[in-house]
């Protein structure tokens, strides 16, 4: 819906690597990654991103167990219409070709999770933020959580702030699937729906903060100035090499006072003289 008027869009085309769609109302056409209008009739309109979470179907189940999920279309299954399930892989080994290279410390397929709140911009490897578990973080001013499911690969963000407070998020124990979410300034317990189900704020409820999945390049393209974390990486010191003596001839002796083979001999010939 765009003031009022319902659009129905169609694929139209591809502009750096990130799909473009035509409504058919009035031919103009749309930029996916930010719903910007960039030709024709409505151009400089944007579309009002619906707030969404990309989970894991066992957790959505879960959360939602009356939920409606979309049927394949038994046409398009019969054409063979519907893309492979690996075609995710095989579209990552094609290089990349945009306007103006993403460069920066990640590679340009990179995942990454974004947000963009108030003209701020921030991306976070995707990797990094599932192995955390629960990742403490800003964008602009304001504080943010990103918080791994039980599941391991669903994710959500959320407002940290909470009654005139900034909380603090750790993962109460080494295993994620049994690990409890904990704020640091009230020991209360929360779920991954955000919501305090013990402690002193039991309860209450986070605010959801909206994120994108995308990969570097798209996101860098969109987002110029966003900040970016990088992937931590452990220093490893370098033990510093012992030296390793000279190997011994033969005939020589192991203890500090040793001598060549020419000097004991001439020793021993020494010794015979004199008896």
Not at 19 to 47: N, Y
Not at 85 to 94: N, S, T
Not at 152 to 180: W, Y
Not at 214 to 229: A, G, N, Q, R, S
């Amino acid at each position: 819906m765009l003031d009022g008027r319902r659009l129905t869009f169609r694929l139209a085309g591809i502009n750096n690597q990130n799909f473009v769609m035509r409504d058919e109302q009035t031919g103009t056409w749309w930029q996916q990654v930010s719903g910007l209008a960039i030709q024709g009739p409505l151009k400089g309109k944007r579309l009002t991103l619906i707030p969404h979470d990309e989970l894991m179907f066992a957790t959505w189940k879960t959360e939602e167990p009356r939920g409606r999920v979309l049927k394949t279309d038994p046409k398009i299954v019969k054409e063979e219409d519907y893309e492979p399930a690996d075609w995710e892989d095989k579209v990552g080994k094609f290089p990349v070709k945009v306007a103006k290279a993403p460069g920066g410390p990640l590679e340009p397929r990179t995942l990454v999770v974004g947000i963009a709140i108030k003209g701020k911009s921030k991306a976070w490897p995707h990797a990094s933020v599932l192995s955390s578990g629960a990742t403490i973080d800003q964008v602009g001013d304001v504080p943010i959580a990103l918080v791994v499911s039980p599941d391991g690969r669903s994710l959500r963000v959320f407002d940290r702030r909470m009654k005139d407070q900034t909380l603090t998020f750790v993962r109460a124990g080494t295993d994620l699937k049994e690990s409890t979410l904990l704020d640091l300034e009230t020991m209360t317990e929360w779920d991954f729906q955000g919501r305090a189900v013990q402690g002193e704020l039991a309860g209450s409820q986070l605010t959801p903060v909206d994120y994108l999945l995308d990969y570097w390049f798209d996101w860098k393209t969109y987002h110029p100035d966003t900040e970016v974390l990088k992937p931590w990486t452990p220093v490893v010191k370098k033990k510093a090499k012992s030296e390793i003596p000279a190997p011994k001839g033969p005939g020589e002796k192991k203890d500090e006072g040793r001598v060549t083979k020419d000097e004991g001999k001439n020793k021993k010939d020494e010794g015979k003289k004199d008896h």
